[in-house]
């Protein structure tokens, strides 16, 4: 599930996201700024912490190999 909106919002142009993806956007913007930051350091803020926190989803929920030489992925990890 992570992968998808990892890559998915970043491939798609802001005119044509879903609704709800600019409203989440406005509100998170708007914390930062109403704690006292200014424009250009909210927005900066919100794509350092939303990068960080997808390439920390996508190293943690990378695909896991228990045991390489298993021939049935059924029971590997």
């Known amino acids: 599930m992570v992968p998808l909106p ?3 919002l970043l491939a798609t142009p802001p ?3 879903p ?8 509100r998170v913007l708007a914390l ?4 006292g930051f ?3 350091d909210t927005v900066l803020v919100h794509r350092r912490f939303t ?5 920390y989803l996508l190293v ?8 390489p030489g298993e021939p049935d992925p059924a ?3």
Do not use: K, Y
Not at 19 to 26: A, F, I, Y
Not at 32 to 35: F, K, L, R
Not at 51 to 55: F, I, R
């Open 32 to 35: 930062p700024h109403a704690g």
């Open 6 to 8: 990892a890559t998915r």
């Open 38 to 40: 200014s424009e250009s």
């Open 60 to 67: 943690e929920l990378r695909a896991m190999d228990g045991d």
């Open 51 to 55: 990068a960080w926190l997808l390439g």
């Open 19 to 26: 609704l709800p993806v600019p409203r989440t956007d406005e």
């Open 75 to 77: 029971f590997r990890d």
């Open 15 to 17: 005119a044509r996201r």
